[in-house]
C-alpha cells in the first residue's frame, strides 16, 4: 500500500505538478500497563509511525528495521522508500486522525492491548508526529459516538487546534467525520445490522445535531480570523497564481519545498485500523488499509 501510494502520487503529479497529498493515518499511543510490557509499548510506539516513515523517506530504527527484514522488505526495497519517499515530501501534509479509542495500553510482554481511554490527548500525540516528520498537519478525523456528549468533544479537539497553532505547529484543517450519522461503523460495515450510529453533524433524515449547532458556532467565531491565516501547505505568502508553471516533478517539488525548509529539515497516508498490533512472534507486515 505504501508502494502504491508514492506510485500513485508520482504520477498524479506529472499530470497536475501543483497537487497536493493529505496522507491520513490514525495518531496512536501505547502506555505500558505493567513493567513488563514496556519493551513492547516502545517497540509499538515506533511501528505506529511505519507507513508514514515509509511513505516519507524517513529512516526507521534498527528495530524497526530489523521488524522490515524479517517479513521480507528488501535492502533495495527500504532504499527505495526513502529515495522516493522523501522526494515527495514538499507536496505532503500529515493527515491526523484522534478518536478515544486512539490510545491503548499494552497488558503484558506478548504484547496484548486494551483501550486505555484518552490520557495524552490529540495535543500531546500530534505534537509526536510533528517532531518526527516536520510537515503541516490536517486533523482529517475525529467524532464521538454520543449525541449529548459529542458539542463537548468537539470544542475540546479545536482547542487542541488552537494550542498547537500558537505554539508554532502550522495546521491547515479541522474535520468532523462525518457529515451524516453512519450505519454499521461500529462493526466497520462487517456485519448489516442496520444500526444507526450518532457520529454525524446531521442525522439520516438530514436534521441537526447538537454537534452540528455546536459545528455552526465554531464557524460563526471563528470566520473572520481564519481567512487571515494561510491555508496554503507551505505556509508561503506568494500569490500561486503568479509562480510559473513545473514542467517536472522534481521542479514543482523544489517550487513547493522552499518554505518547508523553515519547518527546521522539512527534511503521510492512508487510513489504518492498527487495533491489533503485531506482536514480536507474530511479526506481520502491517498494510495500511
Partial sequence: MCK??????TAILEVCPRAQFIQSESSTYFHPSIPDAQDQADFFNEWR???FDLCSGNHVNSRIYEYLMDN???REEYDW????GRELRPACVLGSDYYGTNEKKVMNAKGDVELSG?????YEIARQYFDRFHLPIFHTETNRKDDADAP?????EWFNILRLKADGIPILGFTWYSLLDQTDWDVVLREDNERINPMGLYDLSRKIRPVGQAYRDLIAAWKDRLPMESLTRDMSTD???NRPRSKSRRSHLVDHGRAVSELKGAPKKVRPVKEHP?????RKILKAG
Fill in 152 to 156: 463537548r468533544w468537539l470544542w475540546k
Fill in 239 to 241: 500569490i500561486e497564481s
Fill in 118 to 122: 484518552e490520557v495524552l490527548g490529540y
Fill in 81 to 84: 522508500f526513502m529515495t522516493e
Fill in 4 to 9: 502504491a501510494t508514492i506510485l500513485a502520487e
Fill in 49 to 51: 509511525f511505519l507507513s
Fill in 278 to 282: 503485531p506482536r514480536p512472534k507474530d
Fill in 72 to 74: 521480507g522488505l528488501t
